[in-house]
């Protein structure tokens, strides 16, 4: 097995993201292919992609992640900008988990 020379480059953005998103109760688990994050949130588990926003390479998934996207036969990789992305992405997914939800 041949290792990396360096590590992974980390987007800045992504503590403040998983800090939120463990905030509101997720498990968050680091990876570096095929996206950055596998996120765990009421049973479900989703990809997420933390990019940082204002950068040229944080406007888009880039070429490895989007060929994977397209062929990929589970949830789409989310990308999230910052705690603000992840906190609406969150409340968002569990607004409409509770309007489905019978009482």
């Given at each position: 097995m041949v290792m990396p020379k360096y590590?992974?480059?980390?987007?800045?953005?992504?503590?403040?993201?998983?800090?939120?998103?463990?905030?509101?109760?997720?498990?968050v688990h680091r990876m570096d292919t095929p996206c950055d994050l596998l996120v765990g949130f009421r049973g479900v588990n989703y990809l997420v992609e933390?990019?940082?926003?204002?950068t040229q390479y944080g406007k888009k998934l880039n070429t490895n992640q989007t060929e994977f996207n397209a062929s990929w036969k589970g949830s789409k990789i989310i990308m999230l900008h910052s705690s603000v992305d992840a906190i609406d992405w969150i409340v968002g997914l569990a607004s409409h988990s509770e309007k489905g939800a019978k009482p």
């Open positions: 590590a992974p480059k980390r987007d800045l953005s992504e503590k403040e993201i998983v800090n939120a998103l463990q905030g509101l109760g997720c498990t933390a990019k940082t926003a204002g």
